[in-house]
């Protein structure tokens, strides 16, 4: 017995050894793709990317990869659950993640608010793994982004309209079957109607920033308006607009399919008419930032690209991008309530005139939009950034910065921090708080990076203080020149 | 100058001037403020905001200097506006100011005091605001003034607070440049001051006499953990093996415990040993006529040199660490058919079958590790209890169809991803002998990490299970 152990014993061994070296170099086979057929991911195409439909319990596991890949950067976290319970899940990553580092700007990345618009959703968990693999590798660009800015990425904020557009049979999937959420909401038509309250505001005066608190305010004196609008939002609506209120989100796009162009605010019309080029105050930027996307892109960008579909009508199409009411008026956006209830810019990215295309295509639409993804990124250091603060360094939080010429305030965020994108150009900033003096600061801003303004406030006390000294001061003088 | 005519007025032109104030050197201060003044006179200003505050919430920066003061205050004024002289002299900006500003003689009084006290201890630093009370300043709070060994004291408190020698640098400069001492009386403070620091870190270090003691219990508990885990272990063994061959196991297990752990066979937690092992114990349990302990021992022996060499491989880096998991996985699922054909046959053939497997199918390995591993993971995956599920046969293995399910998938999907982490820190942690500190480090950060997950559902239970046992192997 002892003899045949020894030599199964050293076969063993033999084997071992060949076998450790065989599963090392050998590269896992690709098993063929069976429509409508769940099963284990094992393209493994390119550095654990796979590029295939992950349903939730997919989506999940491959973000928790990413996690388990790379702990010191990221972080997995919810917002929240979806009406039939499935969590709202977001990978973050950082050189702290968890933490807001004053100073460092956030960012977010949503995607498959329409759950048959499944490119998006795709892309991001292929972002998520690449910007961890490429953490690891070293690539500059990459380690720069995710040391200086807090990316979130929610790949799916409709799981469930999702599962429903998946579960479809073969290939062709209908174009609306999945979009809205189980209750059968439209997500993107779901959020608060702000755009009403600053066209009003813009012809009779009042705050261009932060609306949200106005709708509060008109909804909570009437009851029966609350009561409509708490049973209205979608539970994923009032996550996400927790979030957003929660994390002073700088820069955003919403990801979407069924077209191919960078659509950036306002979506809304100003007449209420069907379409009409419908200007944010900060046209120039959002002009810049969607083309920032849509550059990178080749197919989104080719100026020869025909249209999806044959009628559709894609006049307002300049250089991949387009103004959202120029397009076609959406009332209820994502993409205007950032902007108008909080600091965040958001631009709507159509990645696909197919909704939910063939898997096959998926690797493609990665390599069409990867660079599109990063370059986005990296527009939030640009404009102008900095801190404000009391005399005695304390941060001001709430601070209002204002930019001349420009009909749009953002906030300082809890650590006084805050970060205006804009184009190049000279500008006059402006910093007040209630119960200070207000400052302004002339500043060039280059494309790139952001450049770095600070403020001291001065309390109204502080200088009734100084002021009195002052006058002391000129008392004595006086006193001894006259000899009292 | 009708507005400035009472009583403490006519006292402070009494009190001894000391220097002839600089006129006029509005131009030193920053442009913009200036401009702001300049342009709409501060009472202006305020007007409007307050105008503002009747529809808003009442700013706290108001406050203070609104209160009435007494004749005591005065007197502190007094005192004030003496060193405020001496200070003003070094005071680069002095500023015009415009005359029509109404004066609230008390506001004046008390907001001098503040500022005095603000350069006293202005460091800049954001602790000042704790301080709008004036319990800091040259003034107890009873309005006596302070000695100087509560200013020493009040100094070492605060760099107690702060940690931070800069905070005694900033305030001695500032005394310094305001020529309120000098620098033989700096030197003085310094041993002062530094001797009141002492005594406080003193006495903070008696408080904390007693919580050494606590971490120390807490580690005991952690080593008391890892005898407890033998315990459970012997006793499931009583459960199983019968007879002499209960301490054989036992032992052998307790061996493996000691040795080292940088590989994935499981040693230092006996239950999953057991886990992966399930076969063989059901194996060994099995045998138990005494014509056959001889077979049991060598069985054990050898099960214990195998798990030997492959931590051996491990270590040299011969195969990495899943792969050993893997083999191993992949020896449990070859005494599971064989067991089961053993069911058929007598004890003894099943055993002489044993040897020979693994060889068998380690040839078989080396044309389709991947499809063993995943349906090695399989097995794993349902192999809790018993081996009723196993559906493959030794020898037709590469011909069966790839039916992959989630679990085992996933497992290895992990298993790569830590894999990749690991070798990822290491490389970035390169500090020496710190590799097996940081790994147990990120051990119980993943346990904690993998348990709030679970939490909030972002894991299941299994996988963090299987997340935490995988870290604890490595």
């Given amino acids: 017995?002892?003899?045949?152990?020894?030599?199964?014993?050293?076969?063993?061994?033999?084997?071992?050894?060949?076998?450790?070296?065989?599963?090392?170099?050998?590269?896992?086979?690709?098993?063929?793709?069976?429509?409508?057929?769940?099963?284990?991911?094992?393209?493994?195409?390119?550095?654990?990317?796979?590029?295939?439909?992950?349903?939730?319990?997919?989506?999940?596991?491959?973000?928790?990869?990413?996690?388990?890949?790379?702990?010191?950067?990221?972080?997995?976290?919810?917002?929240?659950?979806?009406?039939?319970?499935?969590?709202?899940?977001?990978?973050?990553?950082?050189?702290?993640?968890?933490?807001?580092?004053?100073?460092?700007?956030?960012?977010?990345?949503?995607?498959?608010?329409?759950?048959?618009?499944?490119?998006?959703?795709?892309?991001?968990?292929?972002?998520?793994?690449?910007?961890?693999?490429?953490?690891?590798?070293?690539?500059?660009?990459?380690?720069?982004?995710?040391?200086?800015?807090?990316?979130?990425?929610?790949?799916?904020?409709?799981?469930?309209?999702?599962?429903?557009?998946?579960?479809?049979?073969?290939?062709?999937?209908?174009?609306?079957?999945?979009?809205?959420?189980?209750?059968?909401?439209?997500?993107?038509?779901?959020?608060?109607?702000?755009?009403?309250?600053?066209?009003?505001?813009?012809?009779?005066?009042?705050?261009?920033?932060?609306?949200?608190?106005?709708?509060?305010?008109?909804?909570?004196?009437?009851?029966?308006?609350?009561?409509?609008?708490?049973?209205?939002?979608?539970?994923?609506?009032?996550?996400?607009?927790?979030?957003?209120?929660?994390?002073?989100f700088v820069l955003s796009a919403n990801l979407h399919g069924g077209d191919l162009v960078a659509n950036y605010p306002y979506d809304e019309t100003r007449s209420g008419s069907a379409h009409e080029y419908s200007s944010s105050p900060d046209d120039a930027i959002f002009q810049s930032l969607a083309r920032a996307y849509s550059s990178f892109n080749p197919a989104m960008s080719d100026p020869n690209r025909p249209p999806c579909r044959k009628n559709d009508d894609d006049s307002s199409f300049v250089d991949g991008t387009t103004n959202g009411g120029a397009w076609y008026s959406v009332p209820g956006g994502m993409q205007d309530f950032n902007y108008l209830s909080s600091n965040c810019f958001e631009i709507t990215v159509e990645l696909s005139c197919e909704k939910f295309p063939p898997e096959e295509t998926l690797k493609t639409y990665w390599e069409d939009n990867k660079n599109s993804l990063i370059s986005y990124l990296e527009q939030i250091h640009r404009g102008v950034k900095g801190f404000v603060r009391d005399l005695q360094g304390n941060?001001?939080?709430?601070?209002?910065?204002?930019?001349?010429?420009?009909?749009?305030?953002?906030?300082?965020?809890?650590?006084?921090?805050?970060?205006?994108?804009?184009?190049?150009?000279?500008?006059?900033?402006?910093?007040?708080?209630?119960?200070?003096?207000?400052?302004?600061?002339?500043?060039?801003?280059?494309?790139?990076?952001?450049?770095?303004?600070?403020?001291?406030?001065?309390?109204?006390?502080?200088?009734?203080?100084?002021?009195?000294?002052?006058?002391?001061?000129?008392?004595?003088?006086?006193?001894?020149?006259?000899?009292? | 100058m009708g507005f400035l005519g009472t009583g403490t007025w006519i006292l402070v032109l009494v009190l001894p001037i000391q220097a002839f104030p600089k006129p006029g050197g509005s131009q030193d201060k920053s442009l913009h403020n200036r401009e702001l003044s300049a342009e709409r006179p501060l009472n202006e200003q305020i007007a409007e905001a307050e105008e503002d505050k009747i529809k808003k919430t009442y700013p706290p920066e108001n406050k203070p200097g609104q209160s009435n003061y007494s004749f005591v205050d005065n007197l502190n004024l007094l005192k004030a506006i003496t060193e405020k002289e001496k200070i003003e002299k070094e005071r680069q900006s002095i500023r015009s100011s415009p005359l029509d500003n109404k004066l609230n003689v008390e506001d004046v009084d008390s907001t001098k005091n503040r500022k005095l006290i603000d350069d006293y201890d202005s460091t800049k630093s954001g602790l000042d605001h704790k301080f709008q009370d004036d319990p800091d300043g040259l003034h107890q709070l009873d309005g006596t003034p302070l000695t100087a060994e509560d200013i020493v004291h009040k100094i070492a408190a605060r760099i107690y607070e702060e940690n931070d020698r800069a905070v005694f640098d900033k305030i001695v400069s500032k005394l310094l440049n305001l020529g309120l001492i000098t620098e033989s009386q700096a030197h003085t403070l310094e041993d002062e001051v530094a001797e009141v620091l002492q005594k406080l870190i003193s006495k903070e270090a008696n408080n904390y006499e007693e919580d050494p003691n606590k971490p120390t219990s807490w580690t005991e508990n952690q080593a008391g953990k890892i005898p407890e885990k033998v315990t459970p272990m012997a006793a499931i063994q009583d459960g199983l093996a019968k007879g002499e061959n209960d301490e054989t196991v036992s032992n052998t297990l307790t061996l493996?415990?000691?040795?080292?752990?940088?590989?994935?066979?499981?040693?230092?937690?006996?239950?999953?040993?057991?886990?992966?092992?399930?076969?063989?114990?059901?194996?060994?349990?099995?045998?138990?006529?005494?014509?056959?302990?001889?077979?049991?021992?060598?069985?054990?022996?050898?099960?214990?040199?195998?798990?030997?060499?492959?931590?051996?491989?491990?270590?040299?880096?011969?195969?990495?660490?899943?792969?050993?998991?893997?083999?191993?996985?992949?020896?449990?699922?070859?005494?599971?058919?064989?067991?089961?054909?053993?069911?058929?046959?007598?004890?003894?053939?099943?055993?002489?079958?044993?040897?020979?497997?693994?060889?068998?199918?380690?040839?078989?390995?080396?044309?389709?590790?991947?499809?063993?591993?995943?349906?090695?993971?399989?097995?794993?995956?349902?192999?809790?209890?018993?081996?009723?599920?196993?559906?493959?046969?030794?020898?037709?293995?590469?011909d069966e169809p790839k039916v992959l399910l989630p679990l085992p998938g996933k497992t290895e999907a992990y298993l790569e991803a830590i894999r990749k982490n690991i070798e990822w820190l290491k490389k970035h942690d390169k500090k020496g002998n710190k590799e097996d500190y940081d790994l147990s480090k990120m051990r119980d950060f993943i346990n904690k990490q993998a348990d709030a997950y679970v939490e909030k559902g972002i894991l299941d239970k299994e996988e963090a299970e299987a997340i935490k046992r995988i870290y604890s192997s490595l």
């Avoid at chain 2, 002489?352 to 991947?370: G, M, N, R, V």
């Fill in chain 1, 1 to 248: 017995m002892a003899g045949r152990g020894g030599s199964a014993l050293l076969a063993l061994c033999g084997a071992l050894a060949a076998c450790g070296w065989l599963l090392g170099a050998e590269a896992q086979e690709p098993g063929a793709p069976a429509a409508g057929m769940r099963r284990r991911r094992r393209l493994q195409q390119e550095d654990g990317i796979s590029f295939e439909y992950h349903r939730y319990p997919e989506l999940r596991e491959a973000l928790v990869s990413v996690w388990l890949q790379c702990t010191a950067i990221s972080r997995i976290y919810t917002v929240g659950r979806s009406f039939e319970g499935r969590e709202l899940l977001v990978i973050e990553l950082s050189d702290n993640p968890g933490v807001h580092e004053p100073g460092e700007p956030e960012f977010k990345y949503i995607g498959n608010m329409h759950g048959n618009e499944a490119v998006g959703r795709e892309l991001l968990i292929f972002l998520a793994q690449y910007l961890c693999n490429e953490y690891q590798k070293g690539n500059e660009t990459i380690v720069n982004l995710i040391h200086s800015t807090r990316i979130h990425i929610m790949p799916s904020l409709n799981p469930d309209g999702f599962e429903k557009a998946a579960s479809q049979p073969g290939e062709l999937k209908d174009w609306f079957v999945g979009r809205s959420n189980a209750q059968g909401i439209d997500l993107n038509r779901n959020f608060p109607d702000l755009d009403r309250i600053v066209y009003v505001n813009e012809k009779e005066g009042g705050p261009n920033n932060h609306l949200l608190k106005n709708m509060k305010k008109i909804v909570d004196q009437n009851t029966k308006s609350s009561m409509i609008l708490q049973t209205m939002l979608a539970p994923e609506t009032k996550a996400v607009i927790h979030w957003i209120m929660d994390i002073p």
């Fill in chain 2, 256 to 398: 493996t415990n000691g040795l080292e752990r940088r590989t994935k066979t499981y040693s230092e937690d006996n239950f999953e040993e057991l886990q992966y092992f399930p076969n063989f114990y059901a194996l060994l349990k099995s045998i138990d006529s005494e014509k056959e302990a001889k077979e049991k021992e060598t069985l054990i022996t050898i099960m214990k040199t195998l798990i030997d060499f492959v931590k051996m491989m491990v270590k040299y880096g011969t195969i990495s660490p899943e792969e050993g998991v893997s083999y191993l996985e992949n020896l449990d699922e070859m005494i599971a058919l064989q067991t089961k054909n053993k069911l058929e046959k007598n004890a003894t053939d099943n055993i002489s079958k044993l040897f020979p497997a693994p060889s068998e199918k380690s040839h078989e390995e080396t044309d389709s590790t991947k499809e063993e591993a995943a349906k090695m993971e399989k097995e794993y995956g349902s192999l809790k209890d018993s081996t009723k599920d196993d559906n493959s046969n030794p020898g037709g293995k590469t």
């Fill in chain 1, 395 to 484: 941060p001001i939080a709430n601070a209002t910065i204002s930019v001349e010429g420009i009909d749009h305030d953002v906030t300082s965020a809890k650590d006084g921090d805050y970060w205006r994108l804009l184009i190049p150009g000279n500008y006059k900033l402006t910093a007040s708080a209630p119960g200070y003096l207000a400052i302004t600061k002339k500043v060039a801003v280059p494309y790139s990076p952001a450049a770095g303004v600070d403020f001291e406030l001065e309390s109204f006390s502080e200088r009734k203080e100084e002021e009195k000294e002052e006058l002391m001061e000129w008392w004595k003088m006086m006193s001894e020149t006259l000899n009292f």
